[in-house]
């Protein structure tokens, strides 16, 4: 569902992202950790079509998102570490300018509308102005916007920014369940106990490059320590004394 093929991104003499190849299948939850500056929010920015590589091909769901962008984007569903919405409209009317952007027929955005306000229980505020929100009413809004299109994939930048604990586990109840049904989710996040308790795979990001790609289990294995945490395993992979290793 998504491939990233040999891809590099350059600006001017700096290497943002550094021959990155990774292939994540339909189904898996993908969680992509690295301290700041290692590449990830580039990265994140290439798969949804916001930068195009400078060398290399990204795909999701098999359509290029530089030669298809158009085709490419109908299948992805985006969630970017700061919500944006527009003042002035209400939570119903930004769904409502979503779905129309997707070209949603009316009976099916109606419906759809519908479901996802009950699903991120925004009821009791779709109707007030977004400028009256708070972090986290807008980022639930957001959510429910990313899925009104039905996406195969849901990229995610930092998902839990602003959700207080009610909304955390909404979200997480519907990252399981989507991912069951057939969804790809692709998330960078710096909270590692979420990415230890929700991802099929991770990916550890240091200086442009994947330094790790895999399980948890696996990358105790290759550090070879049995009962570390994943933020222990983290800290020591991504420490300055490991990225000087050869």
């Not at 700061?82 to 109606?110: N, Q, S, V």
């Not at 990252?175 to 909270?191: D, K, P, W």
Request: a negative charge.
């Amino acid at each position: 569902m998504i491939e990233f093929d040999h891809v590099t991104r350059t600006y001017g003499p700096k290497t943002a992202v550094a021959d990155v190849s990774l292939a994540i299948p339909r189904g898996e939850l993908f969680a992509l950790l690295g301290p700041n500056g290692a590449g990830k929010t580039t990265t994140i920015r290439m798969l949804v079509g916001l930068l195009r590589p400078s060398r290399g091909t990204v795909r999701v769901s098999g359509f290029d998102m530089v030669k298809d962008p158009r085709n490419a984007h109908l299948h992805i569903g985006y969630v970017p570490d700061e919500p944006c919405l527009y003042d002035k409209l209400t939570g119903r009317e930004f769904l409502w300018f979503i779905a129309d952007m997707f070209g949603l027929p009316r009976h099916l955005a109606t419906q759809r509308i519908a479901t996802e306000i009950d699903h991120f229980e925004l009821s009791e505020f779709a109707d007030d102005l977004a400028e009256s929100y708070s972090l986290g009413m807008k980022q639930r809004l957001v959510f429910a916007a990313s899925l009104l299109h039905d996406p195969d994939v849901l990229v995610l930048d930092e998902p839990m920014v602003g959700l207080d604990p009610r909304s955390v586990r909404i979200v997480k109840d519907l990252l399981r369940a989507r991912t069951q049904e057939g969804m790809t989710v692709f998330m960078s996040t710096h909270t590692l106990a979420m990415a230890e308790e929700m991802a099929d795979r991770v990916g550890i990001m240091v200086r442009g490059q994947l330094r790790f790609l895999g399980t948890v289990s696996e990358l105790r294995e290759q550090m070879a320590l049995e009962t570390t945490s994943l933020e222990q395993l983290y800290l020591e992979l991504t420490s300055p004394r490991s990225q000087k290793a050869p």
